[in-house]
């Protein structure tokens, strides 16, 4: 059987916590083991971006730099009757060029400063304001739209 390319877009390491237990370093090493490119996608945060692209850099591999955003039902900016949304919806955000990258970083700030509640948040409407150079997709079974399927809710 022939070697089918395959590119993670999906992966946690140690920051993300609970969640991830891999170090960047296992991770980028596992990806140069036949991989053209990883994306990391840790919780809420990029605290592993440098050292991760650093590493795909010197072993070879395209990093994709993104992050697994917690996205409120409503604004951030509403700090009425937080405990509705202690969570938010999963979302992965990859960056796809440079204005991407700018864009989580920005995203990544306002969510743990200004968004942190239980966990750092964006919503829709910051989204919407810095989704320039991103790709965005469903993410896990903690996604708005995996939640929708599984309750039987196929709108759109």
């Given at each position: 059987m022939?070697?089918?390319?395959?590119?993670?877009?999906?992966?946690?390491?140690?920051?993300?916590?609970?969640?991830?237990?891999?170090?960047?370093?296992?991770?980028?090493?596992?990806?140069?083991?036949?991989?053209?490119?990883?994306?990391?996608?840790?919780?809420?945060?990029?605290?592993?971006?440098?050292?991760?692209?650093?590493?795909?850099?010197?072993?070879?591999?395209?990093?994709?730099?993104?992050?697994?955003?917690y996205?409120?039902?409503?604004?951030?900016?509403?700090?009425?009757?937080?405990?509705?949304?202690?969570?938010?919806?999963?979302?992965?955000?990859?960056?796809?060029?440079?204005?991407?990258?700018?864009?989580?970083?920005?995203?990544?700030?306002?969510?743990?400063?200004?968004?942190?509640?239980?966990?750092?948040?964006?919503?829709?409407?910051?989204?919407?304001?810095?989704?320039?150079?991103?790709?965005?997709?469903?993410?896990?079974?903690?996604?708005?739209?995996?939640?929708?399927?599984?309750?039987g809710?196929?709108?759109?």
């Amino acid at each position: 059987m022939a070697n089918i390319p395959f590119t993670h877009l999906h992966v946690h390491s140690q920051y993300s916590i609970i969640d991830g237990q891999a170090s960047v370093a296992a991770l980028v090493n596992k990806a140069a083991d036949g991989m053209t490119a990883v994306a990391l996608t840790d919780h809420g945060n990029m605290l592993g971006i440098k050292e991760f692209f650093d590493l795909c850099r010197k072993k070879g591999v395209k990093p994709i730099m993104g992050v697994e955003a917690y996205v409120a039902e409503r604004s951030i900016a509403d700090k009425s009757d937080k405990n509705l949304d202690r969570s938010g919806r999963h979302l992965i955000l990859l960056a796809k060029n440079r204005t991407g990258y700018r864009n989580l970083l920005k995203l990544t700030s306002i969510a743990s400063v200004e968004g942190f509640f239980y966990r750092p948040r964006i919503d829709k409407q910051l989204l919407e304001q810095y989704h320039e150079g991103l790709i965005v997709t469903s993410a896990c079974l903690g996604g708005e739209v995996p939640q929708k399927i599984m309750k039987g809710d196929r709108r759109r």
